[in-house]
């Protein structure tokens, strides 16, 4: 969903960032090696990523494979370590569930009949795999009570309702199926056969709906099916609740399922401390982004005569400042106490998916990684200015401020979370990991006119923000890679973030 362009109206710089405050200089090789993290490498990195070439690097497709080649072969050319199952990749699965239209249909009485993709949809996730036969219930009305509906015997049975909100509750009864009959104009029907036929992608190895499948069907075949049976809706319309259960209908439905998969791709520049080596700061971002419109499963809507979703903020900026971060801590003669993963996902777009299997089955125990520093959009907006969503959750928190105060020659503060109300904390890769128990910081400019459209180009970067950015994270890095204990939780944010079951 698009989201408005957000501005903090009359932010004022810490004096650090004036310069009014001074501080001892960086360790020569720290100050050294921040140098390699440049706005012209930024940008040359992000048009890569976000090249035409690349088609949006939608998961899954050709282009997302090509992002993950590229970030392969740049940790190798770093000397970054391969740190996957296979080398620097880790795959994950994925179930692509495609109905198949000539074997998915809707019969009732002798001949008549309703045609998948034009008179009826199935409804995303929703798929089922039981046929549904026999009796239709129509249902008007409100809602019922339970006892109602048990009354009804609704198990195996397709229920008819001609609002969706009729049928709340009625998924425990096990119904074969539920038929909801739209009253749309051709207009809006054809939009919606649009945006639902089409394939269905989950992860392999997500649970498989137990609901029974949703049909989304004109009303007026609805009024006609009912009138092949001596039933006109108007005997039964009104705000009092009822059912007629004349109505025999079989609803078929064929969809089989591929797997494909998708690729994490993930490196470690090992630490030089002989116990704290096996500890991690995880480094993450995500490849993918929502591909080029027309293609399969790509969310993408064409700007104007650009079919393309580059996604050069989103997030081929945090990408590419990733990267930038790993070129540095692995030039270091002496590298820092604790090892650095450096962690590139794909499937966030579709809903955290490679981060879930990465923190699922990590590569390294999940134990040893002391925490999280998540970029997601750090190309864009204010240029002096990046919020670091989850500070007041962890001493990493208090642990950025200082490190923030340490460099005023970056001109970056880092801020607050501005928008709580929208959740971000829940919204990016870092939350697989928080979730998990890793304390986290997620670096992120805010959402703006260009989110998620094809305008979303390399020609509205800010390279010199990203750089200095990464510079920040850089150095954050370090000091948790260099500190004496690894990062704490504050104890009240334990409960409301941390799931124990996933531990």
């Known amino acids: 969903m698009d989201r408005p362009i957000v501005r903090i109206p009359g932010f004022v710089r810490p004096l650090v960032l004036l310069g009014l405050v001074s501080f001892s200089t960086p360790a020569p090789a720290s100050a050294t090696q921040v140098e390699t993290i440049t706005s012209e490498d930024i940008v040359r990195r992000i048009g890569i990523l976000a090249h035409d070439s690349m088609g949006g690097r939608n998961t899954p497709s050709p282009g997302l494979e090509m992002a993950a080649s590229y970030v392969t072969n740049a940790f190798r050319a770093m000397g970054v370590e391969p740190a996957g199952t296979v080398g620097f990749e880790q795959r994950y699965d ?36 039981v046929p549904a036969t026999g009796t239709a219930v129509v249902l008007w009305g409100p809602p019922r009570q339970a006892a109602e509906l048990e009354r009804l015997s609704l198990a195996g049975k397709t229920i008819i309702v001609f609002e969706e909100e009729t049928a709340r509750g009625i998924d425990r009864f096990n119904p074969a199926a539920i038929v ?11 939009r919606t056969i649009n945006s639902s036929v089409g394939s269905l992608i989950d992860p392999a190895d997500a649970p498989r709906t137990t609901r029974p499948p949703r049909v989304l069907v004109r009303r007026t075949l609805v009024d006609s099916m009912l009138a092949a049976h001596g039933v006109t809706r108007s005997a039964f319309s009104g705000k009092e609740s009822g059912h007629v259960d004349i109505v025999q209908l079989r609803l078929t439905i064929s969809h089989p399922m591929d797997r494909v998969s998708a690729p994490n791709i993930v490196g470690v520049v090992r630490g030089s401390h ?21 293609d399969p499963f790509a969310d993408c809507n064409r700007s104007r005569d650009d079919p393309v979703c580059n996604g050069a903020d989103d997030d081929a900026s945090g990408v590419s400042a990733m990267l930038e971060i790993a070129e540095a801590v692995s030039g270091l003669s002496r590298k820092p106490d604790r090892s650095f993963l450096f962690l590139a996902v794909s499937g966030e777009e579709k809903g955290l998916w490679g981060s879930d299997h990465f923190a699922a089955n990590p590569t390294v125990p999940l134990e ?69 128990g890793v304390p986290i910081l997620f670096f992120f400019n805010g959402t703006h006119r260009d989110y998620h459209r094809a305008s979303d180009e390399l020609e509205l970067i800010d390279g010199d923000k990203t750089a200095r950015i990464a510079r920040l994270i850089f150095y954050l890095g370090m000091d948790i890679a260099n500190a004496d204990e690894r990062p704490r939780w504050n104890p009240a944010s334990i409960a409301d973030i941390v799931d124990s079951t996933l531990r």
């Not at 909801?180 to 054809?190: E, F, H, M, Q, S």
């Not at 919204?427 to 979730?435: K, L, P, V």
């Open 274 to 294: 002989p116990t704290l080596r096996n500890e991690f700061v995880v480094v993450s971002a995500h490849m993918d982004h929502i591909g080029t419109a027309g």
């Open 94 to 129: 994925i179930r692509v569930t495609r109905p198949d239209p000539n074997n998915t249909n809707v019969t009732y009485g002798l001949n008549a009949n309703w045609e998948y993709g034009r008179d009826f949809v199935m409804l995303r996730r929703s798929f089922s795999e």
């Open 368 to 436: 040893n990684m002391v925490a999280d520093l998540n970029i997601d959009m750090v190309g864009r907006n204010w240029p002096d200015t990046i919020v670091a969503i989850g500070k007041e959750h962890s001493d990493l928190g208090a642990t950025l401020e200082r490190v923030n105060l340490s460099h005023p020659e970056l001109g970056m503060a880092a801020i607050d979370d501005r928008w709580p109300g929208e959740r971000f904390y829940f919204r990016s890769d870092h939350f697989n990991f928080a979730r998990r």
């Open 180 to 190: 909801i009959a739209a009253p749309l104009v051709d207009i809006i029907w054809t």
